[in-house]
């Protein structure tokens, strides 16, 4: 449905404001969100993504790459409506004209995040979300902490560790948790390929956020083992592009999403390695890494993080604590097919089961019906909220 049409009865019109769906140039929620967007499109509501011209992310990606992979992404996701807009000119009243629900995602500007809230109390009758995805509530609790969301009907938080930080600031009931997943379909596994290399490791430098971690789980051990594979992200300096070529693995660069599958289904196994923050300060938090591999059905060794919400089970991929356990399951996984094979069925299951894009939709179409019912407007006006969320 695109702009200017009506939506059907019992549809909804939603209206996303986010740093940026055209790229995911060091930009990992965008895999997320779009996955989000195409789902509820494809069941029939109406979704605008509104995303700042000027994006870092975007910025960057046509820096690096040019302008094509920004041009694949209207091919790779056809059901996207993306607006680009300059934030001086951005007229707020327009942009969420109709709208049943506005999400807004943390990486927006405080003043964007700010206007849309106090419209939200001056009367729009759209229920207003807050999504957070990051960890800057913990790490940087003070700057983040100040975001006016007074306006806010609800806020999404990716995770219980998360959820019980805005708990503690007084959101009660109108706090969700309410994880990442596998857009699955763009993370599936592709057996046209057969595996050229042994090892794929697909993530960003991290800003020293798991720099002696990516020695440890994943340059170290391919060293030691002599594994052939490559290293895909962005953002490594010169330090960490010789630490991976003296590893023996080969650097690919930027990595758009959509091309992700390719990559794992070209490798015979991964590494996951969660950043610092989310380890020590949000337990629980996997990051959307491991959900793309497991749908990907590529063997899945992590480095240490808490799954203290049970997202999986203990043999879905295997977690290591040391870089012993790491050259266990590296020489174990690089020259047993049958293990490969059972470990891959086991964290596909789940996902599949648990953790698409599609759960989560559900989940969002469940949080905004308790919250359209609880909402300022229905208690006021009697009404039990906008009619498609019911």
């Not at 790490?139 to 609800?154: I, P």
């Not at 995770?159 to 708990?167: D, N, Q, S, V």
């Not at 600031?169 to 857009?183: C, I, K, L, P």
Request: hydrophobic residues 45%; proline residues 5%; glycine residues 8%.
């Amino acid at each position: 449905m695109r702009r200017g049409t009506s939506h059907a009865s019992g549809s909804m019109r939603i209206v996303l404001f986010c740093h940026s769906l055209i790229s995911d140039w060091n930009h990992g929620n965008a895999h997320f969100l779009r996955g989000i967007v195409s789902e509820l499109v494809a069941r029939g509501h109406d979704v605008r993504a509104w995303e700042p011209e000027d994006a870092w992310s975007a910025v960057s990606l046509e820096k690096e790459a040019g302008t094509l992979p920004i041009a694949e992404v209207a091919e790779q996701y056809p059901l996207l409506d993306i607006t680009r807009y300059r934030e001086a000119e951005l007229d707020l009243d327009a942009a969420t004209d109709g709208a049943d629900v506005v999400l807004v995602h943390e990486w927006n500007s405080p003043a964007l995040i700010s206007a849309l809230g106090r419209r939200r109390e001056h009367g729009a009758r759209f229920l207003l979300l807050f999504h957070d995805t990051h960890h800057r509530m913990v790490s940087d609790e003070a700057k983040f902490g100040a975001l006016d969301l007074a306006g806010y009907d609800g806020v999404l938080a990716f995770g219980e560790a998360l959820r019980e930080r805005y708990l503690a600031r007084g959101w009660g009931e109108r706090v969700f948790t309410f994880h990442e997943a596998a857009d699955v379909r763009v993370f599936r596994p592709l057996p046209e390929y057969e595996p050229e290399k042994e090892l794929v490791f697909v993530g960003n430098w991290g800003d020293g956020e798991r720099t002696a971690e990516l020695e440890e789980f994943v340059l170290a051990p391919a060293a030691a083992l002599g594994l052939s594979g490559t290293v895909y992200g962005v953002r490594y300096p010169e330090a960490g592009l010789k630490a991976v070529a003296d590893a023996g693995l080969d650097f690919g660069g930027h990595l758009p999403n959509y091309r992700v599958p390719i990559a794992f289904a070209q490798h015979k196994l991964t590494v996951h390695v969660p950043r610092r923050p989310y380890v020590e300060a949000l337990p629980g938090i996997p990051t959307i890494r491991v959900f793309e591999a497991l749908a990907c059905g590529i063997p899945l060794i992590s480095a240490p993080w808490s799954d203290s919400e049970g997202l999986f089970r203990s043999d879905d991929f295997i977690m290591v604590h040391s870089s012993a356990d790491v050259l266990a399951a590296l020489r174990t996984l690089r020259h047993d097919p049958a293990a490969r094979r059972e470990l891959t069925r086991r964290g596909l299951e789940t996902v599949l089961a648990r953790h698409t894009c599609s759960h989560r939709v559900n989940e969002l179409l469940h949080i905004v019906r308790i919250l359209g019912k609880q909402s300022p407007l229905a208690r006021l006006t009697g009404e039990a909220g906008v009619s498609a969320w019911d």
